[in-house]
């Protein structure tokens, strides 16, 4: 079965240090990888995609890799802080052609400690 | 303004009622989407749109139903609620399909629906 799977659903980690989310999917080709910002009582906002070909993607203090042997995708977050604080979501395009809607994983809830 | 205006933003009805959820955008994209997003089972598909012509159910769409009345509006119903049918519901748009896939989805702040 078709499955993407983020490795928890919380994580703690104090400030300063780097916080790693992983997502891993199986039975999926994904051409491309997106991860989302999720705040409570607000809507998922996207930060980051990183496409097949692309085994690192940087935007500030974050940093997103996609290994596609592994069927993985990693999210750090360096220098955390507590506006870190949130859940994230990563989804992946079912058939790598764009015309399939986006798939997500349950999310992981960050709690950065001050 | 916000880009995707989801309204009511909360809604407490009884079960059997009908409800309506409506989402506008001004973002000017051709998708559309409707999410549920339930504490552990994360955000789940009920139907989407790729352009006004275009309507095609997600994983969860028994019991729902939609209209795309324009490209700016893309409308959910519950046509007999049912106490289960609580939950957070998202609407979301993007744009066609890129050069080279799919592009970022936009969401909007969500309708937080009870039913009794």
């Known amino acids: 079965s078709q499955k993407i799977e983020q490795n928890s659903e919380a994580l703690n980690i104090q400030e300063g240090k780097t916080a790693t989310l992983t997502c891993n999917y199986t039975n999926y080709s994904p051409a491309y990888l997106q991860w989302y910002r999720q705040d409570p009582g607000r809507g998922p906002v996207f930060l980051l995609l990183?496409?097949?070909?692309?085994k690192e993607k940087r935007k500030e203090r974050l940093k997103v890799t996609f290994d596609t042997t592994l069927k993985q995708s990693l999210f750090h977050i360096t220098a955390s802080q507590p506006a870190d604080s949130a859940t994230y979501l990563c989804?992946?395009?079912?058939?790598?052609?764009?015309?399939?809607?986006?798939?997500f994983g349950k999310g992981t809830r960050l709690s950065v400690i001050a | 303004d916000a880009d995707v205006t989801q309204t009511p933003r909360n809604r407490i009805t009884k079960t059997g009622k009908r409800i309506m959820l409506e989402c506008s955008q001004t973002?000017?994209?051709?998708?559309m989407y409707w999410y549920r997003q339930d504490p552990g089972l994360g955000l789940r598909l009920i139907y989407y749109?790729?352009?006004?012509?275009?309507?095609n159910k997600g994983e969860i769409s028994d019991g729902y139903s939609v209209s795309r009345q324009a490209q700016a509006k893309f409308s959910l119903s519950l046509e007999s609620a049912i106490p289960n049918q609580t939950a957070l519901y998202f609407c979301?748009?993007?744009?066609?399909?890129?050069?080279?896939?799919?592009?970022?989805?936009?969401f909007g702040d969500g309708t937080r629906l009870s039913i009794l």
């Open positions: 979301a748009t993007g744009p066609g399909q890129g050069a080279r896939g799919n592009q970022p989805q936009h």
């Open positions: 749109s790729f352009d006004v012509k275009d309507i």
């Open positions: 990183i496409r097949e070909n692309e």
């Open positions: 989804a992946l395009d079912r058939q790598g052609a764009g015309n399939t809607p986006l798939v």
């Open positions: 973002k000017g994209h051709d998708r």
